[in-house]
């Protein structure tokens, strides 16, 4: 088996792997980056999801191999230097933005993207763009809101509540 | 003014942190030194004889360490069923064998054939492929009632059909039954189909076994919602190891939704596997084996009728139903159309009288069992729709009927055996009412029209039964086990709090809560408070989570366990004050003793509790640590009413949610920011289950949607924004909290609302539509429409 290096998270990591070694299989065993998670085998969910230099990627629909050199990061590589949460982090804690946290990486990732393409982003565009990402749990309603509010703003009510 | 700490606050959930920052430890994480991998052939046929399987040619491929197939497993037990039914005519229920491995015949797509462990998962999954199983295909049953007809193919050839039971509840109420209908002013009749869904918990299932030779333990750390229940059925019931030689490990797990309470093969079969060849053995799912051998949910198909009187007061009720419970049965799967479903018929009205009969009929499917809600879903999605069309029947108000029929005094005993402790079914409409501005509808639907749409509001009520435990209730009620829980509190001699509870969260966030509630009674800050659960080694046995149980049961157990450490404390604060123990205080932290200045801070007292120089060793034991057991006397009684309002397109039939709107009692609440997300996430599985949501077989029993490609999960963009409200709060009246369970809620109330407001604007769109099964994709809907113009 060759080595593959790669830049995760800022620092120069190599491990071996295979032809047919997942990038997201590289970071789990390989790198015992657990963070990273698979949830599907169809590049369906986006629990995976992680950024290949800046790019938001589906770590399970990329081989290693084939990305040798590249700069990745992951939700580990999320937090502010100081170890406190990221803005984004920090708004899906405030926001109840996650439950059993497996879909979390995952859309931490894709809303970072989102907000460095679109840094003030309606509701409707928050929703259209993790149309890659499926929790099961929250219902997307406090993800919705947390992604919002670390681009700064509040979420509108729904039109027909009553004020 | 919210509060800020305690009962009552919205405290942020501590496993957030690690859960943000990639630190969670779930299953998939665990590495166990050594470990081999397994990976399963799995059936590709619904139905088959096995003539043979040849493992030759995959135990020559590399990494191989063996290939096993049922031979391997003679002398072990089957998988066992937890709750036993009893048939109309008194015999219990037909209960099939269900091995590991198929052994003999392949019963389902996805039935697990052979297991190699090897090296690497994928040297496992190479071999698993070269393996050569000679399967004759049968003809299978996939319709029930195809499957209960005379000369069908059986499922399994030493039962005497495909019927599983035959339950009729309340027997004694049938005649009667019949003749309220038989005499009725009016009779709605519905036939529907309550369509089959895959839990999936964004987590796929997971094993890993290990064994120590040194102490002959062996260990799982597996996907689990109930790691004591797993260790009870898999070490008395499947491989015969005594329960302190057997440690079930469930750590941080990526959502549930119930499908994993259940007992699996995978997990047997890697506990039995590092014992054979002395390796930690692991398995992990992958999401199109998840499809094929998680259990299913739902999947019925009942008739029910709702007679009314001259002056529209309910008089009778009477279901029809055929539960299909997949090939084998899942742990629990009896229970669910009979137990959690039967017993909810009466919802939160004041119908006299109730019969419903049960056909639980096997397939060539995937074992079904409890899906969020289990049972109640199907009881209430039936039960609102039939009143929906009788009030359209009728030309009458759909709120006026359910409101004129409102169960209105507490407690309240219905013909269903349950009697539900508190409620208030108007409180919770009317508060419905003014959330969704149902007097602007009118116009709302006006433009709608001026739009080219098609706009539809639909209301309906809910009650569940939660808080699953009474164990002698259960007991009767055939339940194989007992439905209490428990903690242990132990409190260290610095004052810090470990709470180890039997319940366990997998996205409920109890790390929080509960060291909220715990933190509250004593007075001191959250933060001091630990919560210990999922794993058999270091908590006391309870019976895990599920059936909007945690807070209710293990709550409550928690609760009890720190009154006794509450009291021993104050018995140790008088010695230490002298003063008597009636006359002590405990308030923030601090013992007092009434009329006096004298005060001592809590931890003051715990570390006399370890260091015990000065202390009434005649009279108390040192230390502190106390465990409770709670059983309570009845199921709890969230009610509430949800709405949905929907335009749909003419022209596509799509559906469109503009609004969804739950006013929920459940009674006290802990932390309202966790509550509101249990209904989020129940809404948006009830929608889920209304309009995307479908598990399909063909006639030949091939899964359909066994993948994200087929199957429709909910995605962000097919979700409004929520309204919930949960002011309305009616204290249970028999657990110390007086909570009642908000985690099923959302799954249950949504799916009514949905398909009434689809109907609804079918209707005004002059289009006699009286019922559309779901998922109501655009295609059903635009059909239905079109079908009858
Ligand atoms: S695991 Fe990559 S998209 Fe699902
Ligand atoms: S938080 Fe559980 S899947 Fe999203």
Same mark, same amino acid.
């Given at each position: 088996?060759?080595?593959?290096?790669?830049?995760?998270?800022?620092?120069?990591?190599?491990?071996?792997?295979?032809?047919?070694?997942?990038?997201?299989?590289?970071?789990?065993?390989?790198?015992?980056?657990?963070?990273?998670?698979?949830?599907?085998?169809?590049?369906?969910?986006? %629990?995976?999801?992680?950024?290949?230099?800046?790019?938001?990627?589906?770590?399970?629909?990329?081989?290693?191999?084939?990305?040798?050199?590249?700069?990745?990061?992951?939700?580990?590589?999320? %937090?502010?230097?100081?170890?406190?949460?990221?803005?984004? /982090?920090?708004?899906?804690?405030?926001?109840?933005?996650?439950?059993?946290?497996?879909?979390?990486?995952?859309?931490?990732?894709?809303?970072?993207?989102?907000?460095?393409?679109?840094?003030?982003?309606?509701?409707?565009?928050?929703?259209?763009?993790?149309?890659?990402?499926?929790?099961?749990?929250?219902?997307?309603?406090?993800?919705?809101?947390?992604?919002?509010?670390?681009?700064?703003?509040?979420?509108?009510?729904?039109?027909?509540?009553?004020? | !003014?919210?509060?800020?700490?305690?009962?009552?606050?919205?405290?942020?959930?501590?496993?957030?942190?690690?859960?943000?920052?990639?630190?969670?430890?779930?299953?998939?994480?665990?590495?166990?030194?050594?470990?081999?991998?397994?990976?399963?052939?799995?059936?590709?046929?619904?139905?088959?004889?096995?003539?043979?399987?040849?493992?030759?040619?995959?135990?020559?491929?590399?990494?191989?360490?063996?290939?096993?197939?049922?031979?391997?497993?003679?002398?072990?037990?089957?998988?066992?069923?937890?709750?036993?039914?009893?048939?109309?005519?008194?015999?219990?229920?037909?209960?099939?064998?269900?091995?590991?491995? %198929?052994?003999?015949?392949?019963?389902?797509?996805?039935?697990?054939?052979?297991?190699?462990?090897?090296?690497?998962?994928?040297?496992?999954?190479?071999?698993?492929?070269?393996?050569?199983?000679?399967?004759?295909?049968?003809?299978?049953?996939?319709?029930?009632?195809?499957?209960?007809?005379?000369?069908?193919?059986?499922?399994?050839?030493?039962?005497?059909?495909?019927?599983?039971?035959?339950?009729?509840?309340?027997?004694?109420?049938?005649?009667?039954?019949?003749?309220?209908?038989?005499?009725?002013?009016?009779?709605?009749?519905?036939?529907?189909?309550?369509?089959?869904?895959?839990?999936?918990?964004?987590?796929?299932?997971?094993?890993?076994?290990?064994?120590?030779?040194?102490?002959?333990?062996?260990?799982?750390?597996?996907?689990?919602?109930?790691?004591?229940?797993?260790?009870?059925?898999?070490?008395?019931?499947?491989?015969?190891?005594?329960?302190?030689?057997?440690?079930?490990?469930?750590?941080?797990?990526?959502?549930?939704?119930?499908?994993?309470?259940?007992? +699996? %093969?995978?997990?047997?079969?890697?506990?039995?596997?590092?014992?054979?060849?002395?390796?930690?053995?692991?398995?992990?799912?992958?999401?199109?084996?998840?499809?094929?051998?998680?259990?299913?949910?739902?999947?019925?198909?009942?008739?029910?009728?709702?007679?009314?009187?001259?002056?529209?007061?309910?008089?009778?009720?009477?279901?029809?139903? +055929?539960?299909?419970?997949?090939?084998?049965?899942?742990?629990?799967?009896?229970?669910?159309?009979?137990?959690?479903?039967?017993?909810?018929?009466?919802?939160?009205?004041?119908?006299?009288?109730?019969?419903?009969?049960?056909?639980?009929?096997?397939?060539?499917?995937?074992?079904?069992?409890?899906?969020?809600?289990?049972?109640?879903?199907?009881?209430?999605?039936?039960?609102?729709?039939?009143?929906? !069309?009788?009030?359209?029947?009728?030309?009458?108000?759909?709120?006026?009927?359910?409101?004129?029929?409102?169960?209105?005094?507490?407690?309240?005993?219905?013909?269903?055996?349950?009697?539900?402790?508190?409620?208030?079914?108007?409180?919770?409409?009317?508060?419905?009412?003014?959330?969704?501005?149902?007097?602007?509808?009118?116009?709302?639907?006006? /433009?709608?029209?001026?739009?080219?749409?098609?706009?539809?509001?639909?209301?309906?009520?809910?009650?569940?039964?939660?808080?699953?435990?009474?164990?002698?209730?259960?007991?009767?009620?055939?339940?194989?086990?007992?439905?209490?829980?428990?903690?242990?509190?132990?409190?260290?001699?610095?004052?810090?709090?470990?709470?180890?509870?039997?319940?366990?969260?997998?996205?409920?966030?109890?790390?929080?809560?509960?060291? /909220?509630?715990?933190?509250?009674?004593?007075?001191?800050?959250?933060?001091?408070?630990?919560?210990?659960?999922?794993?058999?080694?270091?908590?006391?046995?309870?019976?895990?989570?599920?059936?909007?149980?945690?807070?209710?049961?293990?709550?409550?157990?928690?609760?009890?366990?720190?009154?006794?450490?509450?009291?021993?404390?104050?018995?140790?604060?008088?010695?230490?004050?002298?003063?008597?123990?009636?006359?002590?205080?405990?308030?923030?932290?601090?013992?007092?003793?009434?009329?006096?200045?004298?005060?001592?801070?809590?931890?003051?007292?715990?570390?006399?509790?370890?260091?015990?120089?000065?202390?009434?060793?005649?009279?108390?034991?040192?230390?502190?640590?106390?465990?409770?057991?709670?059983?309570?006397?009845?199921?709890?009684?969230?009610?509430?009413?949800?709405?949905?309002?929907?335009?749909?397109?003419?022209?596509?039939?799509?559906?469109?949610?503009?609004?969804?709107?739950?006013?929920?009692?459940?009674?006290?609440?802990?932390?309202?920011?966790?509550?509101?997300?249990?209904?989020?996430?129940?809404?948006?599985?009830?929608?889920?289950?209304?309009?995307?949501?479908?598990?399909?077989?063909?006639?030949?029993?091939?899964?359909?949607?066994?993948?994200?490609?087929?199957?429709? !999960?909910?995605?962000?963009?097919?979700?409004?924004?929520?309204?919930?409200?949960?002011?309305?709060?009616?204290?249970?009246?028999?657990?110390?909290?007086?909570?009642?369970?908000?985690?099923?809620?959302?799954?249950?109330?949504?799916?009514?609302?949905?398909?009434?407001?689809?109907?609804?604007?079918?209707?005004?769109?002059?289009?006699?539509?009286?019922?559309?099964?779901?998922?109501?994709?655009?295609?059903?809907?635009?059909?239905?429409?079109?079908?009858?113009?």
């Amino acid at each position: 088996m060759e080595n593959v290096t790669l830049t995760v998270n800022g620092k120069e990591r190599s491990a071996p792997a295979e032809g047919r070694t997942l990038l997201v299989e590289f970071l789990r065993e390989g790198l015992r980056l657990t963070g990273t998670h698979v949830g599907c085998d169809t590049s369906q969910c986006g %629990a995976c999801l992680v950024h290949v230099d800046g790019e938001p990627v589906k770590a399970c629909s990329v081989l290693v191999q084939d990305i040798a050199g590249a700069e990745v990061t992951t939700i580990e590589g999320m %937090a502010n230097a100081d170890g406190s949460l990221g803005t984004i /982090q920090a708004a899906f804690r405030e926001h109840h933005g996650l439950q059993c946290g497996f879909c979390t990486p995952g859309m931490v990732m894709a809303a970072a993207s989102l907000l460095k393409e679109n840094p003030k982003p309606t509701e409707a565009e928050v929703r259209h763009y993790l149309e890659g990402n499926i929790c099961r749990c929250t219902g997307y309603h406090n993800i919705v809101k947390a992604v919002m509010a670390a681009s700064g703003q509040d979420v509108a009510p729904p039109a027909v509540a009553a004020e | !003014m919210p509060k800020d700490h305690g009962i009552g606050a919205s405290s942020k959930r501590r496993e957030d942190a690690r859960f943000l920052t990639g630190k969670g430890r779930y299953t998939d994480d665990i590495n166990v030194a050594g470990q081999a991998h397994v990976a399963f052939l799995r059936s590709d046929v619904a139905h088959g004889r096995i003539n043979g399987i040849d493992t030759s040619a995959a135990e020559g491929m590399p990494g191989v360490l063996r290939v096993f197939t049922a031979k391997d497993f003679e002398g072990v037990g089957g998988l066992p069923c937890g709750w036993q039914i009893t048939s109309i005519d008194g015999n219990p229920m037909q209960e099939p064998k269900h091995p590991i491995l %198929a052994d003999g015949k392949v019963r389902h797509v996805g039935d697990p054939i052979a297991a190699v462990v090897a090296e690497t998962a994928a040297q496992a999954r190479d071999a698993a492929e070269a393996i050569v199983p000679d399967i004759e295909t049968l003809p299978a049953v996939i319709d029930m009632k195809a499957a209960l007809a005379e000369g069908a193919p059986k499922v399994h050839d030493d039962l005497t059909s495909n019927l599983c039971y035959d339950w009729g509840f309340v027997q004694e109420n049938k005649e009667a039954v019949d003749k309220a209908v038989a005499e009725a002013a009016h009779v709605t009749t519905l036939e529907l189909v309550n369509n089959r869904l895959v839990a999936n918990p964004m987590e796929p299932r997971v094993a890993v076994g290990d064994y120590a030779l040194h102490s002959d333990e062996s260990t799982l750390y597996t996907t689990s919602q109930n790691p004591h229940v797993i260790r009870l059925l898999m070490g008395a019931f499947v491989l015969g190891i005594p329960e302190h030689k057997l440690r079930v490990v469930a750590p941080d797990v990526g959502g549930g939704f119930g499908t994993k309470i259940f007992h +699996y %093969a995978e997990e047997a079969f890697c506990t039995f596997a590092a014992k054979e060849l002395q390796r930690p053995v692991k398995w992990t799912s992958t999401r199109s084996e998840a499809f094929m051998s998680d259990a299913h949910g739902r999947d019925h198909v009942t008739k029910i009728e709702l007679a009314l009187d001259a002056d529209n007061n309910f008089t009778a009720i009477r279901c029809q139903t +055929y539960a299909n419970m997949g090939a084998y049965l899942s742990t629990f799967a009896p229970s669910v159309p009979t137990w959690l479903h039967g017993t909810l018929l009466a919802g939160n009205y004041k119908t006299p009288l109730i019969y419903t009969n049960v056909k639980a009929v096997f397939t060539n499917t995937v074992p079904v069992d409890a899906y969020r809600g289990a049972g109640r879903p199907e009881a209430t999605f039936q039960l609102e729709r039939v009143i929906d !069309m009788a009030a359209r029947e009728l030309g009458v108000d759909p709120v006026a009927l359910r409101r004129q029929n409102f169960i209105t005094e507490f407690p309240y005993a219905t013909p269903v055996a349950v009697e539900y402790d508190t409620g208030d079914y108007e409180g919770t409409m009317t508060k419905l009412l003014a959330m969704i501005d149902r007097d602007g509808f009118a116009e709302r639907r006006r /433009q709608s029209e001026a739009n080219g749409k098609l706009r539809g509001l639909g209301i309906n009520c809910y009650i569940e039964a939660c808080g699953i435990a009474p164990s002698q209730l259960v007991g009767q009620l055939g339940a194989r086990a007992g439905l209490y829980e428990s903690a242990t509190v132990r409190v260290n001699a610095t004052g810090g709090l470990v709470v180890m509870t039997g319940s366990h969260s997998h996205g409920q966030g109890h790390e929080t809560s509960f060291a /909220q509630v715990v933190a509250d009674m004593i007075g001191i800050d959250e933060g001091q408070v630990e919560i210990v659960h999922g794993d058999t080694a270091n908590t006391p046995m309870g019976m895990g989570t599920y059936g909007s149980r945690s807070l209710a049961v293990g709550g409550s157990a928690m609760v009890r366990a720190t009154e006794k450490i509450i009291a021993k404390a104050k018995k140790i604060a008088s010695h230490l004050m002298e003063a008597s123990a009636d006359d002590i205080e405990l308030k923030d932290g601090k013992f007092t003793v009434a009329g006096t200045d004298k005060e001592l801070a809590w931890g003051d007292v715990t570390l006399a509790a370890y260091v015990p120089h000065n202390y009434p060793l005649d009279e108390i034991e040192p230390g502190l640590e106390e465990t409770a057991f709670y059983d309570p006397n009845n199921f709890t009684y969230p009610a509430g009413a949800y709405a949905c309002e929907v335009e749909v397109d003419p022209e596509t039939g799509k559906v469109d949610i503009l609004a969804m709107a739950a006013a929920d009692d459940f009674g006290n609440v802990v932390n309202p920011m966790i509550v509101e997300g249990q209904v989020h996430g129940g809404l948006a599985q009830g929608i889920g289950q209304a309009l995307l949501e479908n598990c399909a077989y063909d006639a030949d029993g091939q899964l359909l949607s066994a993948s994200y490609m087929d199957y429709a !999960m909910p995605r962000a963009h097919d979700m409004p924004m929520f309204q919930v409200d949960h002011s309305s709060q009616t204290p249970c009246t028999h657990n110390p909290l007086g909570v009642k369970g908000c985690g099923e809620a959302g799954a249950i109330g949504s799916p009514p609302s949905v398909v009434n407001a689809v109907i609804d604007a079918l209707q005004s769109g002059g289009h006699d539509v009286r019922h559309i099964d779901m998922p109501l994709t655009p295609a059903r809907v635009w059909s239905a429409m079109n079908a009858a113009k």
